[in-house]
C-alpha cells in the first residue's frame, strides 16, 4: 500500500464516479479518456483494490469504490481548502438550514454567524432532515448541518462534530376547526387517540420520526403512517388539509394559512438541536457558525434545561457529554 497517492488520481475516480462514463468524466477534467482511464487503473493498482465495474455499456461503482468514495472527497475538499488559502480566497461554506424560515433556530444561528464573518460566504441549503444531510456531509456535498444528533447512527456519529445549540420546545401544528386550538397550549394527555404526523416515511427525517415514537410512547398518541412527501409550503398545506392530522413541529416553525400552531405541555417535550459538521473540517465560516451558535444560546438560555421537560435518556446523555 503506498504512503503517498497523488490528488490527480484521486479527481479522476471521484469523476468518474459523479459521471458514470468515462468519456464525460474525461471533458469534465479536460484530459484525455485514455489519461484518464490509465489514472483510473493505477489508482486501483495502488490501493489494490477494483473502484468500477466497467462493461460496453455501463461503469458503476464496487463495493469498495462505495467505500472508499467519501474518503477520497474529503482528501480532495481538504486541497481545495488548502489552495484556496494560500491564494487568500476561502471556499464557500454550504449550511444545510433543514427548512426555510427566519425564526428557526438554525436561521437564526446562521444569520448572527453572516454577521460575524461577513467576509465569509455562508451558502443556504434546505436538506429538509439530518440524516439525509449527514450523508451529503461525509460524501462532501454539504459542510454543516443543525438537527438530533443522537438520532443518527453510531457509525456515522463517529465521523461527525457536533455543537449543541437548544433544547426547543415542540409544538402541534393543528388545522383551524380542530377542537385542540381552543386554548393556548396543548397538554400530551390531551392528543390521546389522535394521530400525529411526524415524518414517517420520509427517508431524509428517520431521526425525527424516532423522537416523535419516544414522546408518544405510552401516551395513546399514534404516528401516522406514511403521507406523500410534500416540497414546499402549499404542497406541505394541501397535504395536511388532504389527511387532516395535526403535525409533530418546534414551536419556531413557520405558520401556515389555515393552521394553528399550540405548544406542547405537560411535559415540555424537547428536541435536541446540535450543529454537526465533518470531523476534521477547518474553515473561518464554521468557527463564526460555533461562535454565533454559543452566543444566541447564552443570551436566550437555549441549553437551560427545565427539569419538568422531557427528553430521551441518549438525547440527554449526549448532551451531558458536551456541557
Keep these: 500500500m503506498p504512503r503517498d497517492l497523488e490528488p490527480r488520481l484521486l479527481r479522476a475516480f471521484a469523476a468518474v464516479a459523479d459521471e458514470l462514463?468515462?468519456?464525460?468524466?474525461?471533458?469534465?477534467?479536460?484530459?484525455?479518456?485514455?489519461a484518464l482511464s490509465r489514472d483510473v487503473r493505477r489508482l486501483e493498482r495502488e490501493l489494490g483494490v477494483e473502484l468500477?465495474?466497467?462493461?460496453?455499456?455501463?461503469?458503476t461503482l464496487t463495493a469498495d469504490g462505495e467505500r472508499l468514495?467519501?474518503?477520497?472527497?474529503?482528501?480532495?475538499?481538504?486541497?481545495?481548502?488548502?489552495?484556496?488559502?494560500?491564494?487568500?480566497?476561502?471556499?464557500?461554506?454550504?449550511?444545510?438550514?433543514?427548512?426555510?424560515?427566519?425564526?428557526?433556530?438554525?436561521?437564526?444561528?446562521?444569520?448572527r454567524a453572516r454577521t460575524l464573518a461577513p467576509e465569509c460566504e455562508l451558502m443556504a441549503r434546505y436538506e429538509s432532515g439530518l440524516t439525509h444531510a449527514a450523508a451529503e456531509i461525509l460524501a462532501g456535498r454539504l459542510d454543516v448541518s443543525f438537527g438530533r444528533f443522537a438520532g443518527l447512527e453510531p457509525s456515522v456519529r463517529a465521523q461527525l462534530a457536533q455543537q449543541p445549540v437548544r433544547l426547543e420546545p415542540m409544538?402541534?401544528?393543528?388545522?383551524?376547526?380542530?377542537?385542540?386550538?381552543?386554548?393556548?397550549?396543548?397538554?400530551?394527555?390531551?392528543?390521546?387517540?389522535e394521530t400525529v404526523y411526524a415524518g414517517d416515511g420520509n427517508p431524509r427525517t428517520p431521526e425525527w420520526t424516532d423522537l416523535a415514537r419516544r414522546l408518544f410512547a405510552g401516551r395513546g398518541i399514534a404516528v401516522a403512517p406514511p403521507a406523500p412527501l410534500a416540497v414546499g409550503e402549499?404542497?406541505?398545506?394541501?397535504?395536511?388539509?388532504?389527511?387532516?392530522?395535526p403535525v409533530l413541529v418546534v414551536v419556531d416553525f413557520p405558520a401556515l394559512p389555515g393552521t394553528v400552531r399550540r405548544p406542547l405541555v405537560d411535559p415540555v417535550p424537547l428536541s435536541p438541536v446540535s450543529l454537526v459538521w465533518r470531523k476534521g473540517l477547518g474553515h473561518p465560516g464554521l468557527d463564526?457558525?460555533?461562535?454565533?451558535?454559543?452566543?444566541?444560546?447564552?443570551?436566550?438560555?437555549?441549553?437551560?434545561?427545565?427539569?419538568?421537560?422531557?427528553?430521551?435518556?441518549?438525547?440527554?446523555?449526549?448532551?451531558?457529554?458536551?456541557?
Excluded: C, I
Excluded at 462514463?21 to 485514455?34: G, I, K
Excluded at 404542497?235 to 388539509?241: K, L, T
Design 21 to 34: 462514463h468515462f468519456t464525460r468524466a474525461a471533458a469534465r477534467l479536460y484530459v484525455a479518456q485514455q
Design 52 to 59: 468500477f465495474v466497467r462493461t460496453t455499456r455501463h461503469v
Design 69 to 111: 468514495l467519501p474518503y477520497a472527497r474529503r482528501v480532495l475538499a481538504a486541497q481545495d481548502e488548502l489552495l484556496a488559502a494560500a491564494d487568500g480566497a476561502t471556499r464557500p461554506l454550504l449550511v444545510d438550514l433543514n427548512s426555510p424560515g427566519p425564526t428557526m433556530t438554525s436561521a437564526r444561528v446562521l444569520t
Design 171 to 193: 409544538a402541534v401544528l393543528l388545522p383551524e376547526a380542530h377542537p385542540l386550538t381552543a386554548g393556548e397550549h396543548v397538554p400530551l394527555a390531551a392528543l390521546a387517540g
Design 234 to 245: 402549499e404542497e406541505f398545506r394541501r397535504v395536511m388539509e388532504k389527511f387532516g392530522n
Design 288 to 323: 463564526a457558525l460555533r461562535r454565533a451558535a454559543a452566543e444566541l444560546a447564552a443570551r436566550e438560555g437555549w441549553l437551560e434545561r427545565d427539569p419538568a421537560g422531557w427528553l430521551p435518556e441518549s438525547d440527554a446523555a449526549l448532551l451531558n457529554d458536551h456541557l
